[in-house]
Structure formats: C-alpha cells, structure tokens
C-alpha cells in the first residue's frame, strides 16, 4: 500500500527565516509526486511535479527536491503571503494517488 | 476556463437522507476524482474516473456512489448520509499543463457537508 508521511505537521517561522519542509513516500513504481499548497477554505493549489530521484524544480521562494525515499520542500526566505498548508502527493499507479496529512506553515512578520 | 466547478457549496443533511454533488471540468480532462478531506488531515480517495464511462474504488469509498456517464462530469452520490460523512468534499481533474509535459491535478473550491 502506498504512503506518505508528511514532517513537521506544523513549522512556525519568522520572516525571512528559512527552513525545509520533509515528505517520505513508500510506493511501488513512483509515476510522480506532487507538491500543493492549500489556503484555509480552497481546493489545493499546484506547486510543483517531480518525476525522478535528483530532480529540482523552483518557484519564486520554494525548491522542491526528490530522492528515493522523500522529497523535500525548501522555503528561502519566506514572507508572510507563504503561510499555507502544503500538501504532498505521490502517484504510484494510473489514476491513482495518495496524500500526506500535509504541514501548516504560519510565518510571522 | 472555469476549471473545475462544484456545486453545492454548502449543505446540510439529517441523518439518512440523500444527495448528489455535482463536478464539472471543462479542460477535456480524461481522469477525474472525487476527495474527502477531514479537519487536520490530507486528502482521502473516494472514487476516481479514468475516463467517460469509467470509475473505480479509492481508498475509502463504503457509504458513497459514483457516475461519469458525460465526460466533463463526475457526480458524487450519498445514499444514506450518515454523521461520519460529515468532512470538506473536493473534486479534481488531472491533465497536463499548457505547453508543457508536466501532469497535476486541478482541484475545485469544495463542498462543506454537514450531516446531522
């Protein structure tokens, strides 16, 4: 069965403190994990798509990334605008996929 | 593009009573699935579609009903609603992004269900 376990369950930062955000993933045959951000009372948000071990993908103030076992969400100097929840998802099988319980990310200026 | 809609988006049931909610997505999607999301938790598969037609079983889909008879469609259905169904319902379509090979999943607003 596949897995994911997403670490801490809550971060609190200061702005401009940066950090790093941990998905493990147990899963056979890894087609892609996903990173998402969810603001309190919306569908989630894409972020970013990582295909294989190595791969890095950035956005503005986030890098994403993978290895065999877990990926990794890095936050550089994040801003208030970034608290969200950030969600990790791995697709392991056609049409299919399974979510982290996700982490809170609250940033105080 | 309105992406993908959801309609209700809020509701209320008695115990036992039934409903539908209803997703739409107007990028000629192929996979569409159906989320429940608990306060605190992830997102948890109800049932997906991998096509008009299609539909199988996610990881918690006892108490719930599906049907994809269109293709920009994806209705869900509670027969008989009970208290532990109460939770945040999301829908999504997955397909690539414009003018590139990467592949997500784009997600509705929600419907708040609350079963008394």
């Known amino acids: 069965e596949d897995q994911v376990t997403q670490s801490p369950e809550a971060l609190r930062l200061q702005e401009g403190e940066s950090s790093s955000l941990n998905c493990s993933y147990t899963v056979s045959g890894l087609r892609g994990l996903f990173w998402y951000r969810q603001d309190p009372g919306k569908g989630p948000e894409f972020l970013f798509t990582?295909?294989?071990a190595g791969e890095e993908k950035e956005k503005e103030r986030l890098k994403a990334t993978l290895t065999k076992k877990e990926s990794f969400l890095h936050i550089t100097a994040p801003k208030p605008e970034d608290s969200a929840t950030y969600l990790c998802?791995?697709?392991?099988?056609?049409?299919?996929?399974?979510f982290g319980d996700g982490t809170t990310l609250t940033v105080k200026p | 593009n309105a992406g993908v809609t959801q309609t209700p988006k809020f509701r209320v049931l008695k115990t036992g009573q039934s409903m539908t909610l209803l997703c739409a997505q107007d990028?000629?999607?192929?996979?569409m699935y159906w989320y429940r999301q608990d306060p605190g938790m992830g997102l948890r598969l109800i049932h997906y579609s991998v096509g008009e037609g299609t539909t199988a079983k996610g990881e918690v889909p006892d108490g719930y009903n599906v049907s994809r008879l269109k293709k920009q469609n994806f209705l869900l259905g509670l027969e008989s609603a009970a208290p532990s169904q109460t939770s945040v319902y999301f829908c999504a379509s997955r397909g690539q992004i414009r003018s590139s090979s990467t592949d997500t999943q784009y997600f509705g607003p929600g419907t708040r269900l609350t079963v008394l």
């Open positions: 998802a791995v697709q392991a099988r056609a049409g299919k996929s399974t």
């Open positions: 990028m000629n999607h192929e996979y």
């Open positions: 990582l295909y294989s």
